[in-house]
């Protein structure tokens, strides 16, 4: 059970401090307007306590961690 | 059930189908489907939505059916059509408004709403044709006609409810999704009116009918906007499969090597020559050529416009249309509108203007709490692609005289 999480950034809450991707290096990139990128690889073991402390640092709680929910994308439409 | 052979059916390769004999037939007259054979029959006709992204229809009633508890669900039929360069949707309202409504409530009874909502641009004609019509039908589902405000994204899904639950017409980040908590935190079924209008023609002509014209994997018609540089501009209903030359051949354009054609609409994709050639309607069909389907948009560019001028026009408006909430879409889009600008009209548009476009049309995808953002950068990449020897032209010498003319005129 402990390998299934994953990074999201809100993009509406997010105001681009990028204290996350100080924090989280691994997962996150800046972008060319400051705004960070996740690589979508899920997050598991040691790195799962640094995602942690990266989505409590944000100020807005925009960066998220998730269980990967495997199926659910074809809900969408 | 006799819902599969229907005598009065006008024969099924007959077209317009939906914009003909066969729509005009069966419009106000939606029977009754027992609740679950309606989705069946979706499955089996394999019917997509029509408002872009090509969603089996079957699975979203599941999934509203699956979220539906205790809380009654709602219905949503968008008819908004802020793609500036479609105008299915409004002909559709206009002349076949019982044909949406039949749809709608049709799919209102398969997943038990007894409320509806028919959003349509604010202020458009098709307000007083659907009002009307209403008042001429049976009142089994309640529907309230919702005047939506005139900006691109307010028509995408989540910010068509928002605006409905009176909030800003503005799209919102999922989850959750609409499907599970949409207008008044009820599970929420959003169609475009073209979907809509398909489904009651599923369901009064039923599942061999449907399937007779189109193709095993893409049943049915799609309605085309087809407009631009062509001699007969109007709303086609083509046959799924059919090649995009005959639609264009239809409307009077003589194909060259260098007709450029808008596919899909300002979120969609350029094609040009042979790529034009290659593609034909349908979702697969326009995706393997490198264009899209989208909301049905093929406008054909004038010859003697300047491609990457048209392009940088839309790239602004576009940008300026942005609900701005998103970092990436506000200033990526701002960013891509900019660069493409510069290309099209400085005198020292550099060489590395193109790549900046690839570089940030592919930064752009999937950042943003809507798909405004990567159709945007999908466009504005399959610009720099299609037209490589206009980029060339316009690096080496600056912009092109068609390019200033369009300059001049937009002043
Ligand atoms: C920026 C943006 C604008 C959209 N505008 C429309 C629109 O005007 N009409 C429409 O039916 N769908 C529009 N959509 C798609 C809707 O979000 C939604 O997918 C669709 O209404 C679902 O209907 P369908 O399943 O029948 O296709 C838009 C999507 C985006 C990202
Ligand atoms: S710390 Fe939060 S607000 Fe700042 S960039 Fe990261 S996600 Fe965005
Ligand atoms: S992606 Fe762009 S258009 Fe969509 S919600 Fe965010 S800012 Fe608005």
Redesign the pocket.
């Known amino acids: 059970m402990s390998g299934a999480w994953e990074v999201r950034v809100d993009p509406i809450e997010c105001a681009g401090h990028l204290l996350c991707v100080e924090l989280l290096p691994e997962r996150l990139r800046v972008d060319d307007w400051g705004y960070p990128m996740v690589d979508g690889r899920p997050v598991s073991g040691e790195l799962l306590a640094h995602a942690r402390r990266a989505a409590a640092a944000c100020p807005t709680l925009a960066l998220r961690l998730n269980r990967r929910e495997t199926g659910k994308e074809a809900e969408r439409? | 059930m006799s819902l599969l052979t229907d005598v009065r059916a006008p024969a099924p390769a007959v077209l317009p189908r939906l914009l003909g004999d066969a729509g005009m037939r069966a419009a106000g007259r939606a029977r009754p489907v027992r609740r679950g054979a309606l989705t069946t029959m979706l499955d089996a006709a394999g019917l997509r939505?029509?408002?872009?992204?090509?969603?089996p229809?079957a699975a979203?009633v599941r999934a509203v059916r699956r979220a539906t508890g205790l809380r009654r669900p709602v219905v949503v039929a968008?008819g908004?059509?802020?793609?500036p360069l479609s105008h299915k949707?409004a002909l559709l309202l206009r002349s076949f408004p019982h044909l949406v409504l039949d749809g709608l409530t049709l799919l209102a009874h398969e997943v038990g709403a007894t409320r509806a909502y028919l959003g349509v641009a604010a202020g458009a004609v098709e307000v007083d044709d659907v009002t009307a019509a209403l008042h001429r039908r049976p009142r089994d589902v309640e529907v309230e006609v919702v005047e939506v405000p005139h900006r691109?994204?307010a028509?995408?899904?989540s910010a068509l409810l928002s605006w409905i639950d009176g909030g800003a017409a503005v799209p919102y980040v999922r989850p959750p999704w609409e499907a599970e908590r949409g207008v008044g935190g009820r599970p929420t079924l959003?169609?475009?009116v073209e979907?809509l209008a398909q489904v009651a023609l599923l369901a009064y002509y039923g599942v061999h009918w449907f399937r007779a014209v189109g193709q095993p994997d893409e049943p049915g018609t799609f309605l085309l906007t087809v407009d631009g540089a062509v001699a007969t501009r109007g709303v086609y209903e083509v046959a799924a499969g059919t090649p995009l030359a005959d639609v264009l051949e239809r409307a009077g354009v003589a194909l060259d090597a260098d007709t450029a054609v808008l596919t899909g609409g300002y979120?969609g994709r350029w094609l040009r020559g042979a790529a034009v050639r290659s593609a034909s309607v349908s979702r697969a069909g326009m995706d393997a050529a490198g264009g899209a389907l989208g909301a049905g948009v093929v406008h054909v560019l004038p010859p003697e416009s300047c491609p990457l001028a048209e392009t940088a026009r839309v790239a602004t408006y576009l940008a300026e249309q942005s609900a701005g909430q998103c970092g990436p879409c506000r200033y990526g889009l701002a960013a891509l509108a900019e660069a493409m600008r510069a290309l099209a009209w400085w005198p020292d548009a550099d060489a590395q203007a193109a790549n900046r476009i690839r570089r940030w049309g592919e930064m752009v995808k999937g950042r943003g709490a809507?798909?405004?953002p990567d159709?945007a950068g999908g466009f504005l990449v399959s610009a720099v692609d299609a037209f490589a020897d206009h980029v060339d032209g316009h690096v080496g010498h600056g912009a092109c005289a068609a390019a200033a003319r369009e300059l001049r005129s937009a002043r």
């Open positions: 439409g | 939505g029509r408002g872009g992204a090509g969603f229809v979203k968008n908004v059509e802020s793609e949707d691109y994204v028509s995408e899904s959003v169609h475009n979907t979120l809507c798909r405004h159709g």
